[in-house]
């Protein structure tokens, strides 16, 4: 099963964090995948300061799912990058299973990969 945890390697910790979910007044682009979150749909706004510079994310609703079932911990922006890296070999199709079909979709998209279904 994979799970990124970047906390020990990384060891930067935000503060004056906000985050919250929010419903887009704009197009926006999500900080993970580069992609649209579209006026009207849902994302998580991020704001913070990291080695005392304050830095503002915006992650769509797909990246969130995927998010939340690979990474116990993870650097904004990077998410893709955390999931080529620690999960290209030990992803377990419980995993794939516990995602919308438009999650599994996105996660497709993003790395290349093509999941064989029963």
């Known amino acids: 099963m994979c799970k990124i945890d970047v906390a020990e390697s990384w ?14 007044r704009k197009d926006r682009k999500c900080s993970e995948c580069r992609g649209k979150i579209l006026k009207g749909g849902m994302y998580e ?27 116990d911990s993870w650097c904004y922006g990077m998410l893709w990058e955390d999931i080529q890296e620690e999960c290209s070999e030990d992803i377990e199709i419980g995993q794939i299973d516990n ?5 599994v979709s996105h996660l497709e998209n993003m790395m290349g990969w093509r999941w064989e279904e029963d």
């Open 11 to 24: 060891g930067t910790y935000a503060t004056q964090f906000i985050s919250k979910r929010v419903i887009s």
């Open 45 to 71: 706004s991020v704001t913070g300061r990291w080695d005392g510079c304050k830095d503002r994310y915006m992650i769509c609703r797909l990246c969130l799912e995927i998010r939340k079932e690979f990474a």
């Open 99 to 103: 995602l919308s079909k438009e999650a």
